[in-house]
């Protein structure tokens, strides 16, 4: 992992973490929409062992694409380290492990499902607690962002509001259909804007930090 670390200039990191993020997507969408749609959805574990019960080749390429996903957000965590530090270490020392505990916490859950150690009742209850170091950690990049000085602020409050709307994985709020949507396609324009940005002005970050 450090050599990992230390390997990444900026621009590459950056480069990082725009591919692992447009990547994750993409995989994300396919396991939903193709292989298992509503897959592992809060609240309805229900419906979801039910699937895994009429389904059980596409549950196991369900759990590889999603091992896949979490080994990304990992490999995302590392390289925004290389990007934050130079705006403060500690606080990208904290992104990045709030993103790696995230990532580690639901792949032990996916592990000890697939191997039938918990069953998907609990596997629900493991995936929300990623999802406070989940949260957290979009809510220390928005600040990072913020005080970073060379990351346009905006990106920064949009990822610091979409932090604040992962609660509807926590609390039945029973909002409205079109007010969920807006919700998802914000937390998805965060991460997504960011790494854009980071992709397009490689080059400049390497100039910046060369100085």
Sequence with gaps: MKNFITALSPSKAAMVVG????????????????????????????????????????????????????????????????????????????????????????????????????????YASIKLIGYIFFALHIFVLGY?????????KSLGILLIVASFTYIVFFVDLHLPETLMVIIMFTMLMAELSLSIWLMVKRNTLLKLFQK
Excluded: H, W
């Excluded at 309805?44 to 699937?51: C, G, N, Q, Y």
């Excluded at 990072?144 to 346009?152: C, D, E, F």
């Design 19 to 122: 591919i692992s993020f447009i990547t994750s997507v993409i995989i994300v969408t396919l396991i939903d929409d193709f292989l298992l749609a509503n897959f592992v959805v809060p609240g309805d574990t229900e419906a979801l062992a039910r699937d895994i019960e009429a389904n059980g080749r596409l549950f196991g390429f369900a759990i590889i694409g999603y091992l896949l996903v979490l080994v990304l957000d990992s490999i995302i965590g590392l390289a925004l380290f290389v990007v934050i530090k130079p705006t403060n270490k500690n606080l990208a020392l904290l992104t990045a492990v709030l993103r790696l505990l995230y990532a580690f916490t639901l792949i032990i859950g996916l592990f000890c499902m697939a191997i039938q150690i918990i069953d998907v009742y609990f």
């Design 144 to 152: 990072s962002v913020l005080k970073s000085g060379y990351i346009p």
